[in-house]
C-alpha cells in the first residue's frame, strides 16, 4: 500500500471512538476534582473545564438540561417562554417562588384594572331609589275573629312626601351631624367606615356601620331584615351612583322622607305630627335633634316603649334623653350650632299624644296593637317593614265579646265613680280585663282602658306591675295537690287537710323552725278577720281566702314547686315575685290580665294549657304567612288535680268571697283577691266554655314611677274588694258572652290525696262556730260586728247598682301579704300596711314578644 494512503499513527487510547466516549461520559464520572490522571492536563481530559469543581457543582450542573434544548419558559437555549414566568426560571431553591416587582406590580395593576371594570358594570347595572315608590305603602287590615274588617291602618295614612325647603334646617344639621359629618363632602360612601364593617362581617360580628347618609337612604328602599354582605355591595354601589348623579338635596330629602321614626311615622312629615303635632317645617332645633336620635332605632328610643323587655318607656327614656343631649352637643362639636344656641334647649322636649290612625278608638287601638306584637313577634317582622303595610291579619277577638266587656266595664265605671264630685278619691282609676277560649288559648276579647282617642295608651289588659293578692292562693293548693308536703312525705294532699287559721300564727320554715321577721322575731302571719278558726280545711281558707293557712302551706310545699305549677298553667317566670317568703303565697307575683284568664283556663280544661294567642291567620300578597296555627296545648298537671280545683273555686263562688259570680246562673268558679292597702282588687273565674280575669286598680298613667295608689274611698265606699266591683263586671259579661250557650256543667272531681294534717292539727278536728259552707246570708265572720271594722255599706242606704255593695252575700276580697300578715277576702278588718312591690315589664309573652 502507497504511503499516502495509510493512516496516521492514533495516540494511545484515542482514536474517533475514545473521542466519542469522551464527549458522552457523565460529568462527575472517569477523571474528576481530586481524581485525574498523573499527567493530565487542568480540568480534566482533554482540558474539559466543566468538569472542574466541587460535587455540589457537579449535581446541579447534572440537573441543567441538555445545551441546545433550553429550560422551558427560561432564557437559555432557544426554549418557549412562559407567559408568566412563576415559579421563576433561572432561579434555584426558595429563590424560585419570590416573584419579581414586575409579577407583582402587574397582579396589583391587574387587580386595579378588574375591581375598576367590575364597579363600573356594577354601577352600571343598578338603578336609582325612588323616593315616591319608596314611600308608597299599603295598609295593614286587621280583621275579627268571623273575617269581617276591624280597622285598615298603618302604610299610606301616615305618611307624606315634603320638599327639602319643606324640612328645616335644624332637622339637616342634627342629622347630618348625627348620622354623617362628612355627607356633604363625600361621595356617598364611607372606606373607612366600609372596611370596618367588612372586618366585623368577616368576623362574624354586627354586619352594620359603616353607612352614610346615603347608603341608610338606598337601604330604605329595600326594607328588609336581610343583613348581608351581598346586600351591602349592592348598596354600595347604588351609593356610590348617587353620590355622582344626584345633589345632596335630592339625598337628604329622599332619607329623611323614607326613614322610620316610630308611631308607624314614616317620614318626617310623619314624624313630626306624630310626635309634636306640627308640620315638619315648624320643627325647632330641640324638636329636630329628638327626632334624629329616633333614627338610632325607634323600638329602643322611643319614650313610649318598645317590642321587648329591654324597651321599657322607662329605659327608652333614659336612652333617648341621653341621645338627644349628644346630637345637640354633636352639633355644637362639628360646627353645625352656636354654643349660646345649644343654651337654649336644656329641657327635654315634650311629645303631644296622639291616636295613631282614623278607626283606632275605643278599644281598637289595644286589640290592633296585641295581635300587631303578636305577629311580629311570630313572623319576626321587624317594625318597620310592619309599619309599611301590606298585611292581612285575621284575629282571634270576637267583636260581639269585645262590645259586651266593654259595655260591663264603662256602665260600671259610670255609676260608680264621679270624678267632679270625689276629684281625691275617683280619679286615675284603672280598669282592665281579658277572656280566652278555654279550649283553645284564643283571646277572645280584652279591655285595655278607655281609648286611645281619650289619650289612654297604656294596654290595662296587659297589667304591668299589680299585684294579683289572693288569687294565687290556687297555685299554693295546686302544688301540695300535685307534689305533697312534707307532712305528707311527698304524697299529695287532698283539699280536706287541715291547717291553723287563727290569726297571728307563727309560720314555720321548710326545716321547721320559726320563720324570722325584720325584727329578728318569730313571724306572726295576719289575717284579715281577729277571729280565732282554729283549724280548718283548706277547702275552708280557700273559701274565705285566709292567709294563715297558705302563708303555711307555701313552706311545707315549697316555694319553687309553687312556681312550677303557675308556669306549668301559662304564668310567665318574670312575673312572679322572686322572695321565698310568706307573701309569695298570698299574691305579690304580678301577671297580666291576660296571663291569668289563660292561667286559670287550664284548670277549667282539667289541667291542659293552651298557650294564650291573638291572631289565626296572616296572609301578604296573596300568600298565608307560616306559624300562625293553633298553638300546641301542653299538660299542665293532672286533671285530678285541676278538676279538684275547679271544686274548691266552685265553693269560692257559691258559698265564699266569690258569691257575686252566683248571679251568672249557670256552673261557675273563680277567686277574689285585693292587695294591701286596697291597690288592687281582681276577680279570676271561668266556666267550661270561658276564663275571664278582670282587675281594678288606681295610678296616674302619666307618672314616672305609675305608683300605685289605695283605693280607699273610691266610689264613696270604704274600700273596694275583688268580691264585688270586679266580680259584678266579670258577671255582666260572662251572661252577655255566653247568652245562647247551652249550659255545661264542669267534670266531676274524684276524691284525691291524702289528708295531711299540719303539726299539731287535734284528731278529730275541733267544732268551730264557723260552718265550712256557711249560707250566702250568714256572715262569715260570727264574731260581733262591733269588734271589726264595718262592712262597707253599714249606715249607708243600699246603692241599686250592678255591684250592690249593700248585698249581705258579699264578703269582698283582699289580697297581698306584706311583713306583719297581707291579704284574705273579708272587709272586716283593716288591711295591714306594707308598701307595695309592683313588678314590671310585659307579662304575656307571645301576645307581646317580647319582647317577652
Known amino acids: 500500500m502507497s504511503e499516502h494512503r495509510r493512516k496516521p499513527p492514533q495516540p494511545e487510547g484515542g482514536g474517533r471512538a475514545a473521542s466519542r466516549r469522551a464527549a458522552q461520559q457523565r460529568p462527575g464520572r472517569g477523571a474528576g476534582p481530586g481524581r485525574e490522571a498523573p499527567g493530565a492536563p487542568p480540568g480534566g ?116 312626601i315634603v320638599p327639602i325647603d319643606q324640612i328645616p334646617v335644624s332637622m339637616r344639621n342634627a342629622v347630618i351631624a348625627a348620622e354623617n359629618e362628612s355627607f356633604e363632602t363625600d361621595k356617598g360612601v364611607d372606606p373607612m367606615g366600609i372596611a370596618r364593617a367588612v372586618v366585623n362581617m368577616a368576623s362574624g360580628g354586627s354586619t352594620q356601620g359603616g353607612s352614610t347618609i346615603t347608603q341608610q337612604y338606598v337601604k330604605n328602599t329595600y326594607l328588609d331584615s336581610e343583613q348581608t354582605l351581598k346586600r351591602k355591595v349592592t348598596e354600595l354601589f347604588i351609593a356610590i351612583k348617587l353620590g355622582t348623579t344626584e345633589s345632596k338635596d335630592v339625598v337628604l330629602a329622599g332619607y329623611l322622607n323614607t326613614a322610620y321614626f316610630g308611631r308607624d311615622a314614616y317620614g318626617i312629615q310623619a314624624a313630626a305630627r306624630a310626635y309634636f303635632g306640627k308640620d315638619a317645617k315648624d320643627l325647632n332645633p330641640s324638636e329636630s335633634a329628638f327626632l334624629a336620635s329616633l333614627l338610632k332605632g325607634p323600638n329602643l328610643y322611643n319614650p313610649d316603649g318598645g317590642i321587648g323587655s329591654a324597651a321599657t318607656p322607662e329605659a327608652n327614656e333614659k336612652r333617648a334623653r341621653a341621645r338627644w343631649e349628644w346630637v345637640l352637643d354633636r352639633e355644637v362639636a362639628v360646627h353645625r350650632m352656636e354654643q349660646s344656641e345649644r343654651d337654649k334647649y336644656r329641657e327635654f322636649p315634650a311629645r303631644v299624644d296622639l291616636a295613631q290612625a282614623s278607626g283606632m278608638s275605643g278599644q281598637t287601638g289595644y286589640l290592633v296593637e296585641v295581635a300587631k306584637s303578636y305577629v311580629m313577634k311570630t313572623a319576626d317582622i321587624s317594625a318597620e317593614k310592619m309599619a309599611l303595610g301590606g298585611y292581612t291579619i285575621r284575629t282571634t277577638f270576637q267583636k260581639p265579646k269585645v262590645d259586651a266587656l266593654s259595655k260591663a266595664v264603662e256602665d260600671t265605671r259610670n255609676d260608680f265613680l264621679d270624678e267632679k264630685k270625689r276629684p281625691e278619691y275617683d280619679t286615675f282609676v284603672q280598669f282592665g280585663a281579658a277572656s280566652v277560649d278555654v279550649k283553645t288559648g284564643a283571646i277572645v276579647a280584652l279591655y285595655g282602658g278607655p281609648g286611645w282617642d281619650h289619650k289612654y295608651f297604656a294596654n290595662n289588659a296587659n297589667t304591668s306591675g299589680v299585684p294579683v293578692g289572693s288569687t294565687w292562693k290556687p297555685y299554693v293548693l295546686a302544688a301540695a295537690m300535685e307534689y305533697g308536703t312534707q307532712n305528707s312525705k311527698g304524697t299529695g294532699i287532698s283539699p280536706n287537710s287541715k291547717y291553723n287559721a287563727n290569726d297571728l300564727t307563727v309560720i314555720n320554715d321548710r326545716s321547721g323552725k320559726p320563720l324570722l321577721g325584720p325584727d329578728g322575731q318569730p313571724f306572726k302571719q295576719k289575717n284579715e278577720s281577729e277571729y280565732p278558726y282554729g283549724y280548718v280545711t283548706l277547702n275552708e281558707a280557700m273559701e274565705k281566702s285566709i292567709n294563715v293557712p297558705f302563708a303555711q302551706l307555701v313552706f311545707d310545699v315549697g316555694h319553687s314547686k309553687v312556681r312550677q305549677v303557675a308556669k306549668a298553667t301559662g304564668i310567665l317566670e318574670e312575673s312572679m315575685d322572686g322572695n321565698n317568703n310568706a307573701s309569695f303565697a298570698l299574691g305579690t307575683s304580678t301577671p297580666s290580665a291576660i296571663r291569668m284568664a289563660d292561667s286559670y283556663a287550664t284548670f277549667a280544661a282539667s289541667g291542659t294549657h293552651h298557650e294564650p294567642f291573638s291572631v289565626l291567620k296572616v296572609t301578604k300578597d296573596g300568600k298565608d304567612l307560616p306559624g300562625f296555627q293553633t298553638p300546641k296545648e301542653s299538660r299542665a298537671m293532672d286533671n285530678s288535680v285541676a278538676d279538684n280545683i275547679t271544686k274548691v273555686l266552685r265553693n269560692v263562688v257559691e258559698n265564699g268571697t266569690g258569691t257575686k259570680a252566683k248571679k251568672l246562673g249557670r256552673p261557675a268558679a273563680g277567686k277574689t283577691g285585693t292587695t294591701d292597702q286596697n291597690k288592687s282588687a281582681w276577680f279570676v273565674g271561668y266556666t267550661p266554655e270561658l276564663s275571664t280575669s278582670v282587675t281594678l286598680f288606681r295610678n296616674d298613667p302619666n307618672s314616672k314611677d305609675k305608683k300605685l295608689m289605695s283605693m280607699n274611698h273610691v266610689g264613696g265606699v270604704d274600700s273596694i274588694h275583688g268580691g264585688d266591683i270586679p266580680a259584678a263586671i266579670w258577671t255582666e259579661y260572662m251572661r252577655e258572652a255566653l247568652k245562647g250557650t247551652p249550659v255545661k256543667d264542669f267534670p266531676e272531681a274524684e276524691d284525691i290525696g291524702v289528708v295531711a294534717d299540719a303539726a299539731g292539727a287535734p284528731s278529730p278536728s275541733p267544732s268551730v262556730s264557723v260552718s265550712p259552707s256557711a249560707s250566702p246570708s250568714t256572715s262569715v265572720s260570727p264574731s260581733p260586728s262591733t269588734s271589726v271594722s264595718p262592712s262597707p255599706s253599714q249606715g249607708k242606704p243600699c246603692k241599686p247598682k250592678p255591684w250592690n255593695l249593700c248585698d249581705p252575700q258579699t264578703t269582698g276580697g283582699t289580697g297581698t301579704g306584706g311583713t306583719t300578715g297581707g291579704t284574705t277576702d273579708v272587709p272586716t278588718a283593716p288591711a295591714t300596711t306594707r308598701p307595695n312591690r309592683p313588678g314590671g315589664g310585659t307579662n304575656w309573652g307571645s301576645i307581646m314578644g317580647t319582647q317577652g
Do not use: C, E
Open 45 to 160: 481530559p482533554y482540558g474539559n473545564p466543566g468538569a472542574q469543581g466541587s460535587r455540589a457543582d457537579t449535581r446541579r450542573a447534572a440537573q441543567q438540561p441538555p445545551a441546545g434544548r433550553g429550560r422551558p419558559g427560561g432564557k437559555g437555549g432557544g426554549g418557549r417562554k412562559r407567559f408568566i414566568d412563576y415559579p421563576r426560571a433561572g432561579k434555584v431553591g426558595w429563590k424560585r417562588f419570590v416573584p419579581s416587582w414586575k409579577l407583582v406590580g402587574g397582579s396589583v395593576l391587574g387587580l386595579f384594572a378588574f375591581i375598576v371594570a367590575g364597579a363600573g358594570v356594577g354601577i352600571a347595572m343598578v338603578g336609582t331609589p325612588d323616593v315616591n315608590k319608596a314611600a308608597k305603602a299599603q295598609n295593614n287590615v286587621f280583621q275579627w275573629a268571623d273575617g269581617s274588617q276591624m280597622v285598615a291602618t298603618g302604610g299610606s295614612t301616615n305618611r307624606q
